[in-house]
């Protein structure tokens, strides 16, 4: 067996992603976004992040795609932040954090509801891409990038989409 310093993590999507979106300023900056406010100011005051933190996540989800600023003030320029299509695909990830939030912690806070344009309530689920059967309880088997197959404990089978 090597060193420790030869111990390499697991390259992966999920560890690129927690890159960018993975800080608690980070997803609430995007909450906020998701949610309509878009200033700077509001969402300081919506999130409580120090300013420099603020403009630190602000500055990295508009590098990684996330958010795009467009300017509502010429002097002095002010911006607006709105998601780009890379930010709008991350909702369900919110979606279920708050669900997440509402079932697991002890005394949750209240929270807004996600509606749909129909009026019902957005729930996240897991289902195959290809028959739309819910996950829930089995069916997940992985395939690792060296090509080998297995199931991951239940606890791991979590992912969202919107129905």
């Known amino acids: 067996m090597g060193a420790m310093s030869d111990i390499q993590p697991r390259a992966c999507p999920i560890a690129d992603t927690l890159d960018l979106v993975g800080e608690r300023w980070s997803l609430l900056v995007l909450r906020e976004v998701f949610m309509g406010v878009r200033r700077f100011a509001d969402i300081q005051a919506n999130t409580g992040a120090p300013r420099d933190v603020l403009t630190k996540r602000l500055r990295s989800l508009e590098a990684g795609g996330a958010l795009e600023r467009h300017r509502y003030l010429e002097r002095p320029p002010r911006f607006e932040y709105h998601l780009t299509p890379a ?3 991350l909702e369900p990830v919110l979606i ?3 669900e997440w939030g509402l079932r697991y912690l002890p005394d949750p806070p209240p929270a807004p509801r996600f509606l749909h344009t129909c009026g019902a309530d957005v729930v996240t689920r897991v ?3 290809a028959c739309g ?12 990038e060296d090509g080998v197959t ?3 404990p239940p606890a791991a089978r979590v992912t969202a989409v919107r129905r």
């Open 133 to 144: 059967e819910p996950l829930e309880g089995g069916g997940l088997v992985t395939v690792r």
């Open 96 to 98: 279920g954090l708050r």
């Open 150 to 152: 297995g199931t991951p």
């Open 127 to 129: 289902v195959c891409d």
């Open 87 to 89: 930010g709008q695909a």
